[in-house]
């Protein structure tokens, strides 16, 4: 079955290291996307990809980095320079621009520590 | 991005059938009105898109009057399974992502 892949599930993370979270889709979609969330609140917005080799900044970028070599590949690091990393951290793909069917997967959760 | 007003949270039981109204009064002409379902600790699931009048699917309706400033999704005969974070969004084929709010928390009570 088709869908996205979000590894790992849970992760534990000493202040002043990077990490790095996996966001792998099948869906042959053209756009991945990072969304931050904090407890009680709505998703925010870090980074987002409409095609290979191009990514974009959201709402929230300082503090990530993402790469996109790979159409089925959109990881994402979390580096010391986020004050604040502590968060469920939720991936997201679509065929592209104008596609508001976003396939969310089933989240990293990331706890400095 | 259009912006959009919805409800902090609801309660209803179960069996009922619940109606979650969003307010979007800055709608343009090319926007469409999608609406998502986020069950605690997973993803957002796509719920149901519309642009006017009244769409229909296996999970909800959504309810769109003609001057298009407000939408309404409906949930009908609601179980406690149902109980969730829902979100309204507006968006043009013009835009290359989309901006979630703080949804609607709904709690089914039985």
């Known amino acids: 079955d088709g869908g996205i892949t979000q590894s790992p599930k849970y992760l534990f993370r000493k202040e002043g290291q990077n990490v790095t979270l996996s966001c792998e889709q099948n869906l042959n979609h053209d756009a991945m996307y990072w969304y931050r969330q904090d407890p009680g609140q709505g998703l925010r917005l870090i980074y987002y990809?409409?095609?290979?080799?191009?990514?974009q900044k959201g709402d929230i970028a300082e503090g990530y980095s993402v790469s996109r070599e790979k159409k089925e590949s959109f990881p994402l690091t979390v580096t010391s320079a986020q004050k604040n990393p502590t968060a469920f951290y939720l991936c997201?793909?679509?065929?592209?621009?104008?596609?508001?069917?976003?396939?969310f997967g089933s989240g990293t959760r990331l706890t400095v520590v | 991005l259009a912006k959009t007003t919805q409800p902090i949270s609801m309660d209803s039981y179960e069996g009922q059938e619940v109606n979650i109204t969003c307010s979007h009064n800055?709608?343009?002409?090319?926007?469409?009105i999608t609406w998502y379902q986020q069950f605690p600790s997973q993803g957002p699931r796509f719920i149901i898109q519309g642009y006017k009048t009244k769409v229909t699917n296996e999970v909800a309706s959504l309810f769109i009057p003609a001057d298009r400033k407000s939408s309404t999704l409906s949930l009908p005969r609601v179980s406690l399974s149902d109980t969730a974070v829902y979100y309204c969004?507006?968006?043009?084929?013009?835009?290359?992502?989309?901006?979630f709010g703080k949804g609607t928390r709904l709690h089914i009570l039985p």
């Open positions: 969004l507006v968006a043009t084929n013009r835009d290359d992502k989309i901006i």
């Open positions: 997201a793909s679509s065929s592209g621009q104008g596609d508001y069917g976003y396939t």
């Open positions: 800055n709608i343009a002409t090319n926007d469409y």
């Open positions: 990809s409409q095609i290979v080799n191009d990514f």
